[in-house]
């Protein structure tokens, strides 16, 4: 028997999902998480761009560097100084090729260790045996 703990059927947050294409003619590309996060935030930041002071978010420069990496965008990083209490320096990000947002979707996922999930799993073992 299974002991049940209360991380075991606590749910999962929703994963956000967004589909989008480079354009003029671009294959389309999903995105998912943070990086897709990341992904809005940077097609609503226009020519202006986004930073991390004005939208707060952990590992900016990660989810930059995913969808460099990943999906070939055209990200551009420039580094501004900043005054105040705290001086020092920090970036700002803009995208610079023309991306389209075909769609966006958040899926919430099943517990961990919900009854269902064993049970699909126990169904497709049993479908895989005959």
Sequence with gaps: MRWRTASATRRRPPKLTVIARRLPDGAA?????????ALLELAMGGPKGVTPIDNPGPR?????FNLKRRHGLDIETRHESHKGRFPGVHASYVLRGA???????VVRSVPAFSSERRGSAALAGDRSQS
């Design 60 to 64: 900016w420069s990660g989810h930059v």
């Design 29 to 37: 590309f999903a995105v998912r998480g943070r990086d897709a996060w």
């Design 99 to 105: 991306v389209e947002i075909v769609s966006r979707s």
